[in-house]
């Protein structure tokens, strides 16, 4: 039996609402409800329980109760200046008397005496128990009506001043989305198949939908979310294996036929032997580029795994078999970090190595474009700048995304599109949790090194308050002298604020003058021309200077392997995978490293504590050195969105799940997509028409990105 195609809510307009009126449905549209469905999927934030009718005789001082009774009697007062409105509610057990202040002389006409009502506050005493301002309903003759504001689960709806104003507070949206519940829900067909449901035993969806508003006990409640979410999650992941599907049976790629004696030369020329997980990684790499399938590979690798290696190796590749390899960093700074290795590794190969950055001169950028498009030059690094107007490749062949969390999908797709459907590696050395992951990059083979190089010694990292400031620099004296070389970091965040800048260049001042003035110190900002950018790391890698004050523009791409000390100044201030990050820059050789964070979490900052997340940060930082083990934490701390921006990767703003704490959910939606969808690549199957009806109306503008990497 197929499943009917729903009923299409998307288009019917919220004029169609019952009792809305125009200036309502006006401040609805400015917060993007504009249609019954918006309405439907605008979901209680949280719910209060009310059910619990308690009985005038059982009241006492400071219970938050429902009572339910007929009103006995009503007076307008003047309580000193100001009138109040007082009533006094009856239940054959005893009184209750309730007190409304604000617009006094608008109550005598909404309560009258003989009324049945529900009542719900919080119960003081004063002549007798009382309560001010409750939460009301009237009720019908014999007292009995649906609840909608006392005596029953009450969901509690978004609002602002705005919509306050025209009667749309929470009071107001539970009126409006009764009737939108009413007239519309039983309306709604149920996209998923009825095999499915009864699988995961999941509610119908049009029941779903009115219990979520007005659940009628907790366990309905708990059913309707569980519902919802899977919806959520499950159609989400269709996407993700629609799209994948797409790239894999529409597009032919490059077949890389060939591994070149250069490449050999490389790995065999490097100052260190290549882990097992490496050459894993580049076995199932190399397996992608010999495919006439496109690659779209995630390589995941902590700090200081070998990442930017695994990259070069697979630039040669390409390059040996006639094509070109560009790699996009997000700043000039992890640019140039980039172009310098690998020029160091290629250019000895006859593989010529060309930056493109924002900042070149006119005749300098003209020159590069030349290069570019004649094909002289075989491997382009650069920032944003690769994907402007006129730059031209020749033959590309290879894309690879540094840092890829930090780019939109249309910005990955223009670097991609350069070329004609070249393979597509992109890399992040922020560890992503597996519920992460399969949500942005469900249509990505993922790769994970998840071996460190042999030889790198465990980094001790300790979190002190600022009045050990002095003993920890006398520390890092201790260090420097007997050869070590540190980093000092102070915060910044963004390069064009001035006085985090100046606070730090005043840092940097008065640590070359008081603390460190034998040794050779010297301080690196992203706002430096990028030829003072580059000769301040080269000195410092090469040892001519000994403490490096920076701020974060050395949190990627710096490699120093005798820089064996990291402290961060305001430690407070930085992200948790920021300060893993950081600490990544030391514990890169086979000395002793040391990681120390200054922080007071106990000051103010706009007269707020710091609280208990930067707590968390700074503990957690201690314990443990595992980026995954980080990733999730902070996962946990910030939620996905803010985590990793979701909403650049051209993946709906997800609003009902939560990737952590449904990761469950997620994981059974991901099984069932993916088989549906290798089963029913274009979902062209009669039983599948709802699916894909659903699919198209809910994601419509995201399909048009199937052929993204």
């Excluded at 969806?205 to 569980?226: D, I, R, V």
Aim: with cysteine; proline share 4%; hydrophobic share 40%.
């Amino acid at each position: 039996m197929n499943t009917p195609v729903p009923q299409d809510l998307t288009q019917a307009p919220l004029r169609r609402l019952r009792g809305l009126g125009t200036q309502r449905s006006a401040e609805l549209e400015k917060i993007g409800l504009k249609t019954v469905a918006d309405l439907l999927y605008y979901l209680p934030r949280r719910y209060l329980d009310r059910t619990t009718i308690v009985k005038c005789r059982d009241l006492r001082e400071g219970l938050e109760a429902t009572v339910v009774g007929k009103i006995a009697s009503t007076r307008l007062t003047q309580f000193g200046r100001r009138p109040r409105f007082e009533l006094v509610l009856a239940d054959g057990t005893g009184f209750l008397r309730c007190v409304f202040f604000n617009k006094a002389s608008v109550w005598p006409k909404i309560f009258s005496k003989g009324e049945n009502v529900a009542f719900h506050g919080k119960v003081t005493f004063y002549d007798g128990f009382t309560m001010a301002h409750p939460d009301f309903d009237k009720l019908g003759e014999e007292g009995e009506a649906r609840f909608l504001h006392t005596g029953t689960i009450i969901p509690l709806y978004r609002s602002s001043e705005a919509l306050g104003k025209v009667g749309l507070d929470s009071r107001g949206f539970r009126r409006i989305l009764r009737v939108a519940v009413d007239d519309f829900a039983p309306k709604l067909s149920d996209p998923l198949p009825e095999g499915l449901r009864q699988r995961y035993h999941l509610m119908p969806l049009s029941e779903a939908m009115a219990q979520a508003h007005f659940p009628e006990n907790e366990e309905t409640l708990k059913h309707a979310t569980a519902r919802l979410k899977f919806d959520e999650l499950f159609f989400l992941e269709v996407f993700l294996a629609f799209r994948k599907a797409a790239e894999e049976t529409e597009e032919k790629g490059i077949e890389f036929t060939a591994v070149g004696e250069r490449t050999w030369q490389l790995v065999e020329k490097l100052p260190f032997k290549l882990t097992e997980a490496q050459r894993r990684v580049l076995r199932e790499i190399r397996a992608d580029m010999k495919s006439p399938k496109p690659m779209h590979r995630l390589l995941q690798g902590d700090v200081g795994s070998g990442k930017t290696v695994v990259a070069l190796i697979t630039m040669l590749m390409a390059v040996e078999n006639g094509y070109q390899a560009a790699l996009m960093a997000p700043t000039e700074i992890l640019a140039e970090q980039h172009y310098i290795t690998s020029r160091e590794f290629l250019e000895a190969l006859g593989v010529n190595v060309t930056l493109l950055v924002g900042k070149q001169k006119k005749s300098e950028r003209e020159k590069i474009l030349e290069e570019v498009a004649s094909g002289r030059a075989n491997v382009v690094i650069g920032t944003h700048a690769l994907i402007q107007g006129g730059v031209e490749f020749q033959k590309l062949g290879l894309v690879v995304i540094d840092e890829q969390h930090r780019f939109g999908v249309m910005q990955r797709a223009a670097l991609r599109e350069k070329g004609l459907r070249p393979d597509v590696l992109v890399m992040t050395a922020t560890p992503i949790p597996r519920t992460l992951s399969m949500t942005l990059y469900g249509d990505l083979d993922v790769s994970v090194i998840d071996e460190m190089p042999a030889g790198r010694q465990p980094i001790t990292t300790a979190w002190r308050p600022g009045n050990a400031r002095r003993q920890i620099y006398e520390f890092v004296r201790k260090e420097v002298s007997n050869g070590a070389q540190a980093y000092i970091v102070f915060p910044l965040v963004e390069e064009t604020e001035k006085s985090d800048l100046a606070a730090a260049t005043e840092s940097y001042e008065t640590l070359r003058k008081n603390f460190f003035r034998d040794f050779s110190i010297a301080l690196l900002h992203g706002r430096m021309k990028p030829v003072e950018k580059e000769a301040a790391m080269m000195a410092f890698k090469f040892g001519e200077t000994q403490i490096l004050v920076a701020t974060t523009v050395i949190e990627v791409g710096v490699d120093v392997p005798n820089a064996t000390i990291m402290v961060i100044e305001h430690a407070e201030r930085f992200g948790l995978t920021q300060l893993h990050q950081l600490r990544g820059r030391v514990g890169r050789g086979e000395k002793k490293s040391y990681c120390i964070l200054i922080a007071d979490p106990a000051e103010k900052q706009n007269g707020e504590d710091l609280g208990a997340d930067t707590r968390k940060r700074l503990e957690t930082m201690v314990a443990t050195s595992d980026g995954f083990r980080i990733a999730e934490v902070d996962l946990e701390l910030r939620g996905p969105g803010e985590f990793f921006g979701t909403r650049q990767h051209g993946l709906p703003e997800l609003k009902i799940a939560d990737i952590v704490k449904d990761a469950k959910t997620l994981f059974a939606a991901r099984d069932e997509a993916f088989a549906l969808v290798r089963q029913d690549p274009l979902l062209k199957k009669p039983e599948h028409a709802a699916i894909r009806e659903h699919l198209l109306k809910q994601y419509r503008d995201r399909l048009e990105s199937v052929h993204i990497g």
